[in-house]
């Protein structure tokens, strides 16, 4: 007998439902994003880089630029290759050389686009034959390389492109477009659910979503706790109690908190990264005390990262920031 129940619809993940079309719906970078309209409009496309963190557009605004460049031959018109690809010298001698040399029928003044995501972990072999292919293709294809870190490619292909660099997004960018996705997806939330999203996504537009997703997901209603237990970082609460305790010179109290955030089963490397990032934003504290407390901070983060992430190096930095705050007649015997 058949089943009768309904189909569950197929529900796109935010990051894709929401991705932006057109480079006037792209967040942030709007000088960049500007040069880029221009270039769509006059239709004289260059091989470029574009480089910046992860999460903030790079990939999103040149497949912008390709539809507005192409319209509706941006399905023939444009081959994108990804870091999960295989591209070794073999992909660019073979595949990227096949579409390069493929006719296809384009608007007048316009050209087929190679776009290259993670340009940045190419190989330097794949990198040099690619540099020629550049060269004998440019009267009808162009190349966009989308990289994290653009001093990993070759110079002589930074040589034949324009660089674009992106910045990190900033707070007041994501917030609005947090607010556009839960007015259409209708999401309950309250104003520190969304500074907790801001919190955890660092900059980050495509953490920022997801992370919204999977609360609304988990629990219905978009706060702070709930954020935290989703992202699974410490509460920059906790934290900033702790720094309070420091401050008084209090270490029992730092202590105590900074137990909690242990027994809670952080890593010694989120808890050190959580207290820089609230000591830095931290309005309580006076100027010079902060630029003290994130050089303590610093040189602990450097120690963990080398392996020594116990509670004793935690509770040293703990001990060093309350040290920085205790009157120096109580240390006269």
Not at 89 to 110: C, E, H, S, W, Y
Not at 241 to 267: H, N, T, V
Request: aromatic fraction near 6%.
């Amino acid at each position: 007998m058949a089943s009768s129940s309904v189909p569950v619809p197929y529900e796109l993940p935010w990051v894709e439902k929401f991705r932006p079309v057109t480079l006037d719906d792209v967040v942030g970078n709007a000088e960049t994003i500007d040069r880029l309209k221009v270039i769509s409009k006059d239709g004289n496309c260059p091989h470029m880089i574009i480089s910046g963190l992860p999460g903030i557009g790079k990939t999103t605004s040149i497949h912008c630029l390709a539809h507005q460049l192409l319209g509706d031959a941006y399905k023939e018109a444009v081959l994108e290759l990804n870091a999960s690809d295989d591209r070794g010298i073999d992909v660019v001698r073979n595949k990227i050389k096949t579409f390069a040399q493929k006719k296809v029928t384009l608007p007048p003044g316009r050209h087929k686009i190679v776009i290259l995501d993670e340009a940045d972990s190419m190989t330097p072999g794949a990198q040099q034959a690619l540099r020629r292919t550049m060269e004998i293709y440019s009267n009808t294809t162009r190349f966009c390389l989308a990289c994290n870190m653009s001093n990993k490619i070759i110079e002589p292909i930074q040589s034949r492109c324009a660089i674009l660099r992106y910045a990190k997004l900033r707070d007041q960018e994501i917030l609005k477009r947090l607010l556009e996705i839960c007015e259409l997806e209708k999401v309950p939330y309250n104003d520190d659910g969304l500074t907790a999203l801001i919190f955890t996504s660092e900059g980050d537009m495509r953490q920022a979503i997801n992370n919204l997703q999977s609360t609304y997901s988990g629990f219905g209603f978009v706060s702070a706790d709930n954020v935290f237990k989703v992202c699974d970082q410490p509460h920059p609460l906790t934290v900033q109690d702790a720094i309070r305790s420091c401050m008084k010179g209090d270490i029992e109290g730092a202590m105590s908190k900074l137990d909690l955030l242990w027994d809670q089963g952080y890593s010694a490397v989120d808890i050190v990264v959580t207290f820089f990032r609230v000591v830095k934003t931290f309005d309580e504290i006076p100027e010079y005390t902060k630029l003290e407390y994130i050089k303590e901070i610093g040189f602990t983060h450097m120690r963990i990262l080398e392996g020594v992430g116990t509670l004793i190096q935690l509770a040293g930095l703990v001990a060093r920031l309350c040290k920085k705050n205790v009157k120096p007649e109580l240390f006269k015997v």
